[in-house]
């Protein structure tokens, strides 16, 4: 059985970039291309933005794209707030500009760690908390 079905949210930490050190939580879904070692997490957050990431565990390489909707991509520093506490108008960041006024990034990068569970930095997101 792959993973669809079973997990339906992902909490991440961004690494690099603009908002780098943001902690976040959004629905996602799962597809499970090779079993146990190909695997694809798309997500739509609440700001509009669309990221899409191959993860390759055996190789250690992830790919990702990501639309940045108009309304995050220049409002980048609103989004370095608490979800809980801002998902209001993180939301209405996602009615700024049409589809077409997306920031699109492709980027790889190579993946250093591979951890069971969700690791010690992360904070434990509560199953009633809301996502898209």
Not at 21 to 27: D, E
Not at 33 to 62: A, F, H, P, W
Not at 71 to 90: A, C, F, I, V
């Amino acid at each position: 059985m792959g993973l669809e079905g079973i997990l339906d949210r992902v909490v991440y930490r961004v690494r690099t970039g603009p908002l780098e050190g943001r902690v976040n939580y959004v629905r996602a879904w799962y597809q499970e291309i090779i079993l146990e070692r190909l695997y694809k997490v798309s997500c739509l957050e609440e700001t509009g933005t669309v990221v899409s990431q191959t993860i390759d565990l055996e190789e250690k390489k992830i790919w990702t794209f990501a639309a940045f909707s108009k309304g995050h991509h220049e409002n980048r520093e609103m989004l370095r707030h608490p979800k809980m506490t801002h998902l209001d108008s993180w939301r209405e960041l996602a009615k700024i500009g049409i589809q077409t006024d997306r920031h699109c990034v492709p980027h790889e990068g190579v993946i250093t760690q591979v951890l069971e569970g969700p690791g010690s930095d992360l904070p434990v997101i509560e199953d009633s908390w809301p996502v898209l």
